[in-house]
């Protein structure tokens, strides 16, 4: 069983920060892709940030040179540090990895969500 675990968010003033934690915990084998979607009421879950295995990041256009995207990869944990930020960064965020697990099966994982708020 994989389990992704956040922590981070709340509520801060536009062009405030914040930062979220992500840890895959579980019986793991490997860790691929690790990153960050978001979902503001009334609109389709979006891209935040993602980063390979191998320290590759892509990020979404509206978040590039505000938000950075790091991993440890020996404790399996992501996080996403976000700079500057727009009341239009208001949305639940959900962690997502693909893990291999012990049994060498691959999926997609997803984190609870937690809410983050910019007011103006």
């Known amino acids: 069983q994989v389990q992704l675990v956040e922590s981070g968010g709340g509520l801060v003033q536009a062009g405030g920060s914040l930062r979220l934690s992500c840890a895959a915990t579980?019986?793991?084998?490997?860790?691929?892709?690790m990153g960050w979607y978001r979902q503001a009421p009334g609109k389709q879950r979006e891209l935040v940030a993602a980063?390979?295995?191998?320290?590759?990041?892509n990020y979404g256009d509206s978040v590039k040179g505000r938000f950075t995207i790091s991993r440890d990869s020996a404790k399996n944990t992501v996080t996403l540090q976000m700079n500057s930020l727009k009341p239009e960064d208001t949305a639940v965020y959900y962690c997502?990895?693909?893990?291999?697990?012990?049994?060498?099966?691959?999926?997609?994982?997803w984190g609870q969500g937690t809410q983050v708020t910019v007011s103006s």
């Open positions: 579980g019986s793991i084998f490997s860790v691929n892709v």
């Open positions: 997502h990895a693909v893990v291999s697990s012990q049994g060498y099966v691959t999926g997609d994982y």
């Open positions: 980063i390979s295995s191998g320290g590759t990041t």
